[in-house]
């Protein structure tokens, strides 16, 4: 029994590097799937999931890059209204793991947010499942300490592939999305 109030339709935006993978998280969580094609590609801006939270109906909308990330600015539509930013790096990847300052610092300016340093960041470690995580090059402690020298962003790590904490992830971003309201 949806009254028109309890519905909430939260924006949220997924930035990362190339490869880190953005796309898989969001075919995880959504369609729980995971393709072993890399497709730098997808045919829809964004995918939705609904919620209930709290007797709330929750949408969340999240937003995925179609491949721009490497070639160009995703213009300010896709920023547009965001309620929640993902981050993500790929634990076995130390370049993803630094480009994070410039995605932070890029999605802030775009956004432009009225309150930047109280929005809602989510940071997600993705591909914790890789070489039984022997090739990991980025600890928790140090993913954590960035997190917490950028304000305080919550941080989760993941496996799209073998669909380890997604679910969590998400939730984690519709509760911080939602707070923020
Ligand atoms: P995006 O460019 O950030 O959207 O990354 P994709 O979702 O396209 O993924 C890039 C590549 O990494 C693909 O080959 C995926 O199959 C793979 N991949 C994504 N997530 C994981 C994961 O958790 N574990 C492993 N082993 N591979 C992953
Ligand atoms: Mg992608």
């Known amino acids: 029994m949806d009254s028109l ?35 730098a590609t997808i045919g ?7 919620l209930h939270i709290d007797e709330k109906s929750v949408t969340l909308q999240i937003w995925d890059t179609a491949g721009q990330e490497r070639f160009q600015s995703l ?11 993902v981050l993500v790096y790929d634990v ?8 994070l300052n410039n995605w932070h610092t890029e999605f802030l300016k775009q956004a432009n947010p009225m309150e930047p340093d109280t929005f809602p960041f989510v940071l997600i470690g993705n591909k914790t499942d890789v070489d039984g995580g022997n090739s990991r090059v980025v600890s928790n402690k140090r993913a954590i300490e960035w997190c917490g020298s950028k304000g305080n962003i919550l941080y989760h790590e993941t496996s799209a ?13 519709a509760h911080i999305a939602l707070a923020n309201e």
């Open 5 to 39: 109030k309890n519905r909430t339709l939260l924006k949220v935006i997924v930035l990362g590097d190339s490869g880190v993978g953005k796309t898989s998280l969001m075919n995880q969580y959504v369609y729980k799937k995971f393709n072993k094609q890399y497709k």
């Open 92 to 99: 076995n990847n130390l370049k993803s793991f630094e480009t």
């Open 75 to 85: 213009g300010s539509a896709f920023y547009r209204g965001a309620d929640c930013c």
């Open 44 to 50: 829809a801006d964004f995918v939705t999931k609904e």
């Open 161 to 173: 592939k073998e669909d380890t904490n997604v679910d969590e992830a998400f939730l984690g971003v």
